[in-house]
């Protein structure tokens, strides 16, 4: 009997699985190369052929090799029934993996950044908490797109297999089996390169990337960069007031995703009067930055002087998620009330569990607070303004010094202000609309500013201002600010404004570790700690090297040493080194001409710094 006769003899339910197959496989692998050509027409709308060649690449490769995969599985099955349920496995991963492919391109067109499985995680454990930001990113051609995949998956096989098992005639050899079986590894290997020159997150396929991230992210952070020794002991940290010193207040205004000024393009008026004038009489450094660019993680940052947990677990807001001692319950020994306003959500991100380990006395989220006249900002908070009333009720009741910590939301994305009527900053629509958040946020500070001399508080009041980060507008193909790495992203304001202080400017850059050693000496309080605090912003002493990290463990991070910037991208690409006293919108890549043992030595100290703080966090440490 001939193989063809042998072949056709057998029932066509044998045969219907290679239809079936061809089906399933051949659009997905399709999708997968139109979904990247997409993202390369949003965010690199000059690449030539050869670009788009090599950021396709991996792509291909993959939809190659799940396409082979499937077929040299079927071909070493040889029984009808383990066909049938071998295809029905490759229908079901299909539609995961193509669900997945789908999750990803609309996650990177408004980020430019790839999901990564811990973001994957905090999105199901905290689903309830974020459903107002999953919903305001699902638009109707997402829920088209996700829905045709999986149905295409699961149905389109029984459907149209039929008609392609004509194309299916012989069985393959074992020649033909062993050579299949090398092209599936030849192909998966091909889906992982990547050329020198692009970033391995935005061209590698999203399944390819997912995979390789915790390999990568093991390798990122070499142990033996490492601080060795005992840790300090975070419950011997406490305040010494300075004799003579009379207590004065402190006020922490937190301004949700609002960038420095210096990193917005010209606008055809200004964006923040009132911040441009309160800097021109505060302390502030040259260049303020973020410590990770994440709320939660800046507000430890700010409120605690010491690195935020380096995870993307939101653990912060875990029980005894944070070993330090913060400022509010330093002050608390020292007779101050404190409370931490926010006109946002108190569900996002269990904001209420990281205010208690900040160890403020009282909690007001947007939930408490009468909404009648107020407008949304977005999807999970109210204008700023709406914090103000319930701010003065409480400082009515205050016969002692207090702190006072207000987190604003107006500039978060979606950037949906109702109720306002938007100025012409700029030609760009999305950008202005947050810079018309920015601004309603901008004079929001104002308002405290005017409450504090109504109240008669404003002279006795010591008044931190500072960005939790900045936010991006494509300015290096990333948007918002989790992982965008340069100025936009993490550059801030950032000042100490004491009315009975002078104005002074800082030469160099500072990050928020700043603040708490700031605001201590403002207040007249010394420091009694084992911990290595920044200096204080008013001692004259240099801050040294800045390390900002990004929220995704081993994507990327910045040193800052004087003018000159290094961005480790941790082998997803080449590093960068930029001058942003001549280049502050970093446009000339000057590693060519940087000292490679300068390079290497910056490096060290970024990997270094987030393995302590890795180490601070760890359990049992």
Known sequence: MTVHRAFTSRSSGERKPWGRLAVLVVPFAVLGVWLKIVRIDRFFPRAGLAETAAKTSSDIAFGLFWCLLWAVVLLYVRKSRRRTVVVLLAQLATAVVGAFMVLNHAYAM??????????????????????????????????????????????APFLLGRPFERLFRREAGPAVRRLGLAGVVILLLAATWTAPTASAAFSLA??????????????????????????????????????????????????????????????????????????????????????????????????????????????????????????????????????????????????????????????????????TGFNKANYFGYEDDIMLEPARRWLSTQDGPFLLSMLTVTAHHDYKLQGYEPIDFVDQPLLNKYLNSVHVQDRFVGNVIEMFKELGLYEDTVFVITG???????????????????????????????????????????????????????????????????????????????????????????????????????????????????????????????DEDWMESRREIAVGWYLDAERWYAPGE
């Open 468 to 594: 939790d980060h900045g936010e991006g507008f494509g300015e290096h193909q990333l948007y918002q600010h989790d992982n965008t790495i340069y100025e936009e992203g993490i550059r801030i304001p950032m000042m100490i404004h004491d009315p009975q202080r002078g104005p002074e400017l800082i030469e160099g850059p500072a990050n928020q570790l700043a603040l708490l050693p700031t605001a201590v000496d403002a207040l007249g309080f010394d420091l009694a700690t084992d911990v290595d605090y920044r200096p204080s912003l008013y001692s004259g002493e240099p801050q040294g090297p800045v390390v900002v990290s990004c929220w995704v463990r081993g994507r990327c991070t910045a040193v800052l040493d004087g003018d000159r910037k290094l961005i480790h991208h941790f082998g997803d690409r080449r590093d960068e080194v930029f001058d942003v006293s001549v280049d502050p919108f970093e446009r000339n890549d000057i590693v060519e001409e940087a």
């Open 110 to 155: 408004r980020t430019g950044n790839p999901l990564t499985l811990s973001q994957i995680s905090l999105a199901v454990r905290e689903a309830e908490a974020m459903s107002g930001l999953l919903g305001s990113q699902v638009t109707p051609s997402f829920i088209a797109l996700l829905s045709g995949v999986v149905a295409w998956a699961l149905v």
């Open 206 to 371: 999203p399944a390819v990337q997912l995979a390789v991230s915790p390999l990568r992210e093991a390798a990122a952070y070499p142990e033996a960069l490492a601080s060795e020794g005992p840790l300090p002991d975070p419950d011997r940290t406490r305040l010494v007031p300075r004799a003579g010193v009379e207590p004065r207040n402190l006020v922490i205004i937190t301004l949700e995703s609002q960038r420095a000024t210096s990193t917005l393009p010209e606008t055809r008026q200004p964006v923040t009067p009132v911040l441009d004038a309160l800097a021109e009489q505060s302390v502030r450094p040259e260049r303020g930055y973020t410590v990770l660019p994440h709320t939660s993680k800046s507000l430890v940052s700010i409120h605690c002087g010491m690195a935020p947990p380096p995870d993307s677990d939101n653990s912060e807001a875990s029980e005894d998620g944070l070993p330090q001692r913060c400022i509010p319950e330093l002050l608390a020994e020292q007779g101050y009330d404190t409370a931490f306003f926010q006109s946002a959500t108190e569900h996002f991100e269990r904001r209420r569990d990281t205010v208690a380990n900040l160890g403020f006395h009282k909690f007001t989220p947007v939930d408490r607070m009468d909404k």
